[in-house]
């Protein structure tokens, strides 16, 4: 019976892959600051938008996997075969421009949390976490290196331990998921935008359509599915369960951690929370020093899940843009290219901290930045996704052809309210 359970455990883990990696990397230190600033500012109010985005990240990551799977290359690979090249360029320079922003901005959070729980310079917490991030991602081949991402995933739990040692959630937090009291009001649009950036960010569908491609380069009874349509189900079928996982986990995350927010610092009137740290250390005096600290290493944990992701992710756009070998299974000097934006990526977000750059505002463009991006990247995909040239007989199915339409609807909508909020 223990083998069996055993058997079935480690079948579960092996389906498990770039879905919960993209899933917990959503929730990294800027998500996390986000969701903290919404609590803090509207109490339960935003709730819903965890349950209303959840069907929608999913379709999109799905999508995005799809692609991957199927094609045997990643969206910017497929787009450049696709499309004008200007296009493609615009699209990646945001993409890389957004990352590095948002690269230091999470790099710093993971400083400021580490000088919560141990001493010594925030600079040196600073310099430790980009230094790690990077010699992981250079010197691990990805086959082990995905193992590492996957237990950095349990990070996430920190915030649902956290809220449970609230004793939530209470009648008026679930009222307030399933029944949403939506507003007009300007701060609230702005937040609503802030939520849906931070939930469905281009980085993610380049880093799980990529991921799909790693996997199908690493196992040598696997193929691109155009080559081995036979795989098609059972793969189809992982990439559904990998998602679905993925984003379920990520959505409840963020859900608790605007609970937490809600519950204590909205409650006793502490509304101006700006970054993940500070409502670490705002909680202490509400939730204690335990909470406190296990929501502070959370912040390192999903920091150190992000910043590869973010700088794997603009690496794999970069290099597909101008076909360069895009792999993280291959060492450095066979993949210069590729290595060096990583690098190039990680070192200039590791600097932003060192020249006063106000982390709200490294936040906020990388949000508008985010925004910009994820819609017409999402045009593509649909496009990409439907097109018998790349998906040879797995054009998407109806449910999720609707779904993923929807899905880039409210992100174009959401782009265009982005810039209403500026104003």
Known sequence: MKNRYLSRAKEILWKLGPGLIAGAADDDPSGIATYSEVGAQFGYGMLWTMLFSFPLMAAIQEISARIGRVSGIGIAGNIRRHYPKPFLYCIVILLLIANIFNIGADIGAIGASAKLLLPGPPALFVILAGGVSLAMQSLIPYSRYVKYLKWLTLALFSYLITAFLLREPSW????????????????????????????????????????????????????????????????????????????????????????????????????????????????????????????????????????????????????????????LEKKPKRAVGFYATIGVATVIGLLLNFIHLNPMRALFWSAVLNGVVAGPVMVFMMHLARNPKVMGTFTLPPFLHVAGWVATTVMLVVSLGMFMTIY
């Open 172 to 327: 008026e937090a679930i009222r307030a998921t399933v029944l949403p009291g939506i507003s007009l009001d300007r701060e609230y649009l702005t937040a609503l935008v802030a939520i849906l950036g931070t939930t469905i960010s281009p980085y993610l569908f380049f880093w799980q359509a990529s991921g799909e491609v790693e996997d199908v380069t690493l196992n040598a009874r696997e193929k691109p599915l155009t080559q081995a349509p036979q795989q098609a189900r059972a793969q189809f079928k992982r990439i559904r369960f990998d998602t679905l996982l993925g984003m379920a986990y990520s959505n409840l995350v963020a859900f608790f951690i605007i609970l937490t927010a809600a519950s204590t610092l909205y409650s006793h009137g502490l509304r101006d929370i700006q970054t993940a740290d500070q409502a670490a250390r705002a909680l202490q005096p509400f939730a204690g020093r335990l909470a406190s600290s296990i929501f502070a290493l959370g912040i390192i944990g999903t920091g150190m899940l992000a910043v590869p992701v973010l700088a794997g992710s603009a690496a794999y756009a970069v290099s597909e843009a101008f076909e360069w070998t895009a792999s």
